[in-house]
Each structure stands twice: as structure tokens, then as C-alpha cells.
Nanobody, 127 residues
Framework: QVQLVESGGGMVQAGGSLRLSCAAS????????MGWFRQAPGKDREFVAG????????HYADSVKGRFTISRDHTKNTMYLQMNSLKSEDTAVYYC????????????????????WGQGTQVTVSS
């Protein structure tokens, strides 16, 4: 079992930055592909960014490309999402997720078999 805990959310003005963290316990994340998702009120959950098991492959939703950066630190068993130039439309609950590393990630990172999810952290961007 993998337990994931997100942190780093909060309220920020448009144009500001936040860094989300996703800390894992129970197992090492080194054999898992990882992802960030978000869900805004009244909307479906959407893929934000993904990173493969060794950190060598990253993918981003078009809406965040160039503004967000996903990374991971195996020594800390933690994944990060650096969010810059935040916009009001980035307001959502952000979730991290882990999927046992398979070739599915490379077909479509958003559809990797994410079996483990965190509880979410709220990000609110005021305009």
C-alpha cells in the first residue's frame, strides 16, 4: 500500500507561485509513475501533469504548459508541482496519484492506472 499526502496549497494572488508536495509512505515511489490532477467546483477532475518512474519523462496539460513544472526526489520519496504565473482558472483541489510503472504511462500519461490517491490540497488564486 502507498499512502500519499499533499501539502503546499493555499491562497495566492494571480501571477503568484506555489509549490505543491506529495509525500509518500508505505512504499518507495521509485517504481511508480506519478501524476497531478485537479478538480474545480462543478467540473470533472482533469489531468495536470505526469512524470515517469525515473523522472526522465514529463507531460503537461496544455493549460499549464510553460507555467507548471513536475519533479520528483526519490531520496525524499516525494513529488512536487511548482506552479508559477498562477491564474484564477487554476483554482481547484489538487490531487497527486501513483501508478505502478507500466507502458500505459507512455501511451497516455493521464490514463495510467493510478491506484493510489492523496486527499487533495486546495489552491485558490484570486484575481
Amino acid at each position: 500500500q502507498v499512502q500519499l499526502v499533499e501539502s503546499g496549497g493555499g491562497m495566492v494572488q494571480a501571477g503568484g507561485s506555489l509549490r505543491l508536495s506529495c509525500a509518500a509512505s508505505g512504499r518507495t515511489l521509485s517504481s511508480y509513475d506519478m501524476g497531478w490532477f485537479r478538480q474545480a467546483p462543478g467540473k470533472d477532475r482533469e489531468f495536470v501533469a505526469g512524470i515517469n518512474w525515473n523522472g526522465g519523462d514529463t507531460h503537461y496539460a496544455d493549460s499549464v504548459k510553460g507555467r507548471f513544472t513536475i519533479s520528483r526526489d526519490h531520496t525524499k520519496n516525494t513529488m512536487y508541482l511548482q506552479m508559477n504565473s498562477l491564474k484564477s482558472e487554476d483554482t481547484a483541489v489538487y490531487y497527486c496519484a501513483a501508478a505502478a510503472a507500466t507502458s500505459a504511462y507512455y501511451s497516455d500519461p493521464s490514463k495510467a492506472p493510478f491506484a493510489y490517491w492523496g486527499q487533495g490540497t486546495q489552491v485558490t488564486v484570486s484575481s
